[in-house]
Structures are given as C-alpha cells and as structure tokens.
C-alpha cells in the first residue's frame, strides 16, 4: 500500500526514536524531536513505539491515502482535515480509500507527527528509519519529502481495530501531563563551575527566546549573555543531547536531536531527559526558562514519567470507533 505525497509541508521527515551507538563515529541519534508525541501516536495505531512515522514541521503536509488504513496524530496542534471534516489530535482515525488528509499549520508547538498503522516502509541505515538531514541518509532518501513522493506503508500483521473521528478523553490530560507551561528542568553542565554563582543564578532567572536560525541540531537563544568568569580554553569532547553550551557571544544554544556529537564550547547545563520532548517542540520566538533540578531529581522525574506514560495507555483499552 502506497500514499502520495500531494504537498509536503515546510519539512516532513520519516523518524522513528533513532539510532543509538554510533557517537564514536560522529553519527548522533537522531530520531524523533518529540519522541512522546511518536510513541503515543505509534501506540494509538496499534505500532510498535519505534515503528516509523512522518514529522511534520511547522507546516503539515497533504497526503493521499489509496487504500483503508489508521491514522494517529500527536505532538503540536494542528488544523488538520479530510475534505471538510476535521481530523483530532491524540486519536485514531480510520482513512477510507481515496481520502486526503490535509494538514495545515502547526498553531502551537512545532512538530506534529503522523503515524500509519503497519508503519512506513524505509530502508533500516545503521539500525534506525530516521532522516538524518546532515548526513542525508535514512528514512525516505535520506531527505524531507517532495511532491509526487509515494511513501509505501507495511500492512498489518492483524486486522485493524474500527477507529472514530471523536475526541481522545485523555487528550487534555496527556498535554497537561507531557507539555505543561513551565519552565525546561536543568541539571548543572560539566563545566557550569566556570560561570560565577551569580551568572548562573542570571541564567535560570532570565527569559530567552528561540531565535529564527533554529533547527533540529540546535536553538538558539536570544537573551541575557552568559560570560565565564575565567577565560579557559575548553579541549573539544564529548556532548550530551539537551546540553546547554555557551558560545563566545554568550548566548547559550540548546542541542538537539541532530546535534553534532563532540564540541568545544562550555556547556553551562544539560535539559533533562524528562524534558528533551518539549526541547522538540520548541519554535521561533518562543520564550524559554530555566529550572535547576539535582541529577537525582531528574532521574525519579523520568521514572514518573515513564511509568504515568504506561498506566495511561493501558487504561485506555484497545476500543477505536469511526
């Protein structure tokens, strides 16, 4: 089964939760920017959490379905619709041949993702279906997809549950719990003890906003500058995903899923692991604050997470209605 792409959006991917293991060799992980919104939407179809699925950004795209099949959309909203009927975010939908989906701009947040009961069929690079637009190798061609793309879809090992066009009950609940208005929860960077006591109490008080150069390797910020109180000359190493690095212009960059994987600015904090899905989510302008969390705090902080995530989809049952 086939679906083709009528109109692609500003950047559409196919992305799954990435590829782990390869940072020696200067390859990041990659994979979804908001891998909560791609394991809900993966699960509401009945996938594996890792099955391949499409990122949208900013701007959605258009897809025509040729056969029957179910769809879930989650991550930011989205005015999305089949012909005058609109498609809800955070539940499963059943597409009958010949619909096109029409998915417009993302009005809060900046990603949304669709998943396609079976999955989309890519080839595996490095063990992972994700796009690694740096590289340009993965998921569909190694690239954002393109009008006239046909984008193959693997078919169900059973048979698909019957899916509604209603509301989701959990789906005020889930963006409450995964994306609430609050500030990005930060540990202390490896090298935060170059910064004074009172700089780096100005970084967690200041508001930044994300600057329009910002993408799926970093964002950048725009606001109060960060200057080391010793001028040290850091030897390039290592980077986690989420770190906060302070470039010489003192305005701090937060890494991304495409990160690059050694660097040489100090890095002042790191965003916590429970947080690095509101990192995706991020667009242009938004504002951005910070919150200091021990190492201790941030792993009982993914733990909750994890095991809230588990207890919500088992006590949403398997029940899809149209």
């Known amino acids: 089964m086939t679906i083709h792409v009528k109109n692609p959006g500003m950047l559409t991917t196919v992305q799954d939760l990435g590829r782990y293991g390869y940072a020696h060799l200067g390859v990041s992980a990659g994979g979804a920017a908001d891998a909560i919104a ?43 619709r089949v012909g005058t009927d609109s498609v809800p975010m955070w539940e499963a939908v059943a597409m009958r041949a010949g619909d096109v989906i029409s998915c417009g701009p993302v009005t809060t947040g900046a990603r949304v993702y669709m998943t396609v009961r079976g999955g989309f069929v890519v080839p595996q690079m490095l063990g992972s279906a994700s796009t690694n637009l740096n590289g340009r190798f993965g998921g569909f061609e190694g690239r954002a997809l393109m009008k006239g793309d046909a984008l193959r879809v693997r078919r169900p090992s059973r048979d698909a549950a019957v899916a509604n066009r209603e509301r989701n009950p959990h789906a005020v609940e889930l963006v409450e719990r995964f994306y609430p208005r609050q500030p990005l929860r930060v540990t202390r960077g490896v090298q935060a003890d170059w910064f004074a006591a009172d700089t780096f109490e100005r970084f967690l008080s200041a508001r930044y906003q994300v600057g329009d150069d910002s993408n799926r390797s970093g964002l950048r910020l725009k606001g109060e500058p960060l200057t080391p109180s010793e001028n040290r000359q850091l030897i390039t190493e290592g980077v986690a995903l989420g770190a906060v690095q302070v470039p010489a212009d003192g305005q701090p960059m937060i890494l991304c899923v495409d990160q690059q994987t050694t660097g040489g600015y100090p890095k002042i904090a790191n965003v916590i692991a429970a947080d690095i899905h509101r990192v995706g989510q991020l667009r242009p302008r938004d504002d951005v604050r ?21 207890r919500m989809l088992r006590s949403r049952g398997g029940n899809m209605r149209r």
């Open 290 to 310: 910070f919150e200091e969390v021990t190492i201790a705090e941030a792993v009982r902080l993914l733990r909750e997470q994890e095991k809230w995530f588990s």
């Open 38 to 80: 791609l394991r809900i939407a993966n699960r509401l179809v009945g996938n594996a959490e890792n099955a391949a699925a499409l990122e949208m950004t900013l701007l959605g795209a258009t897809l025509e379905f040729h056969e029957p099949r179910i769809v879930a959309l989650a991550g930011g909203e989205c005015d999305c």
